[in-house]
């Protein structure tokens, strides 16, 4: 996925993701997991001649906190794990963590 958050606007083929990834990987088996991306929503794709093309369907930032609820869905103390997860940003993130809740609470 990182190869495709690089230049998220763009649609690439099955074979220039192969050529970026620079492994011995099969055009296949690159296109069984583009076709398996696509159908778990990871990725959007249109047909460009006869040919797939994909690009990203969710963000980086959407992947991370889909995997950041999926542990705390995990927990059976959410608050717990989600105060421990804050106890480890940084003061920058913190301090954009604050600006931000305080501008939700204006809305």
Same mark, same amino acid.
């Given at each position: 996925m990182r190869l495709f958050w690089r230049d998220a606007d +763009?649609?690439?083929s099955v074979r220039q993701v192969n050529d970026a990834l620079d492994t011995d990987l099969a055009y296949t088996t690159v296109m069984t997991l583009l076709s398996r991306l696509h159908a778990k &929503?990871?990725?959007? #794709? #249109? !047909?460009? &001649?006869r040919a797939w093309t994909y690009r990203?369907?969710? +963000?980086e930032g959407a992947h991370a906190a889909r995997a950041m609820a999926a542990a705390l869905h995990a927990s059976e103390d959410r608050a717990d794990v989600f105060l421990h997860f804050v106890e480890q940003l940084g003061p920058d993130e !913190?301090?954009? !963590? #604050? #600006?931000r809740l305080q501008r939700d609470e204006g809305r």
């Open positions: +763009s649609y690439r &929503g990871f990725l959007e #794709r #249109r !047909l460009d &001649g990203p369907a969710i +963000s !913190l301090r954009e !963590l #604050r #600006r």
